[in-house]
């Protein structure tokens, strides 16, 4: 492959952008990327001016009448060399997560094999794209509904799944027959490149998929060029917010998933054991840093909060942290030094506010590491839905415990919370279970599952103030996002007979 490996890539080196099927060398307004296990620079990443977003869309708008008209199953037979390449060059790609993110390299490969499954749902495009067929809805009159692609569309993705989040996106986009510009998170911008070269390699025509890194800049120009058909965006709910707002005031059909508050319920009769490491993994699982992360547990009963407290506060005593890249670690650091400080001066607001700190991972130190992002496990019992560690997304690894008397009231809870991405109950009860499901106000719901991410033949997507726009990410809903249905009714005149104008409105009456 062409992409250069992460660890040839030093700190005087600047990751630039992907454009028409090449590398694009660009020095504009460097920003530093950082190791966070070690806290160094590593490389810097190309801030694309103006004038580069609009050669990519430009590359992506001339790409597009050749690719539309390329025949799906020729489209998914890309996908399928896509697919193997992603496969082969899994290590290296993952190794450049965990530099860059700094998630453990375990979690780093599910990240990526979950993306890749959705490259494996956009190989069957010809069965998804097939249209619908009526015949003879009139006298002699056939009429049929098929999905064209849009043109040029564009997706903006977040540093906490820089390879998963963007292949939510373009393989389905894509496959569909649209091109596509990319602007990824530029804290963590080496795994979409590497992405990017795989896709040409499996012979991707040229411009068909574009990579800009960038900012606000390079964000706006994609919401304000008329040749950019639709947008979407997975990020903080603020962002998503003006990203909506923008889009379609600009005439752009848009999807813009937000942030999250993920509640899990544990019900009296829960297996708590069990419970308690479902808990682990999802509340501390990549430091907190999923937009799917459990980051409050309700309890209902205060003997349940008791045992899952004390069992959760045993646990996090073993809890291995330290650099991802080295085996056996179970959580790593946080992304930037600037999103350690936001997420420990939560956990001072935390006490501040009168939650009561249980485990206090500030004074945490990884040997050999020691200007390295990391923060410790914390654990807050007692937190009430007037506090701020509680309304607001923190981002890291801070569970907040809150005691409850019911379920209704556990459901009140949720229910009135501003963000509605993902929650779960914890019981034994099939009734309790099948009533949070059917009522919660939350679009991804598990039962006795922590992280319930639809798997990529259902769409992934949340309720309330985590998502703006109507059709969710991937899955069924990214058919319906990436194309326009255009329905057809069509007669041919029998026979050379001359026909009578009809001027009543044509019913089967
Ligand atoms: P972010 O909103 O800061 O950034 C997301 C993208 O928007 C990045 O590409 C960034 O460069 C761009 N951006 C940032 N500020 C901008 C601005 N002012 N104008 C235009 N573009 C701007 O998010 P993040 O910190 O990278 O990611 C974490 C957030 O993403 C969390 O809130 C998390 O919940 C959310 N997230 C949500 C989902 C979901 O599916 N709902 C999935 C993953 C992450």
Redesign the pocket.
Known sequence: MNARPAENIGADKIVGHFINGADVADDNRPLAVTNPATGEVTKHVAMAAKATVEDAIAAADAAFPAWRNTPPQKRAKIMFRFKQLLEEHADEIVAALTDEHGKVLDDAMGEFFRGVEVVDYACGVSELLKGEHCKNVSLNVDSWSEFQPLGVVAG??????PAM?PMWMFPMAIACGNTFVL?????DPSAPMLVAHLFKQAGLPDGVYNVVN???EA??TLLEDPRVQAIS????????E??YATGTRNGKRVQA????KNHAVVMPDADIDNAVSALMGAAYGSCG???MAISVAVCVGDDTADEVVSKLKRELQGLKVGNGIESGNEMGPLVTRAHYEKVRGYVDLGLDEGAELVVDGRNLVVDGHEDGFFLGACLFDKVTPDMRIYRE?I?GPVLCVVRAESQEQAMLLIDKHEYG?GTCIFTRDGEAARYFADNIQVGMVGINVPLPVPVAMHS???WKR??FGDLF?YGPDSVRFYTRRKTITQRWPTGGVREKAQFSFPSNR
Do not use: Q
């Open positions: 903006i993705t977040p540093f906490n799944f989040v602007k990824p998170s530029e804290k960038g900012d606000k964000v706006d965006f997975v990020g903080s709910t603020p962002i998503a003006y990203i998933l937000g942030g999250a840093e999923r937009c997304e981002f991405n992934f997507g949340g985590s998502l990410a």
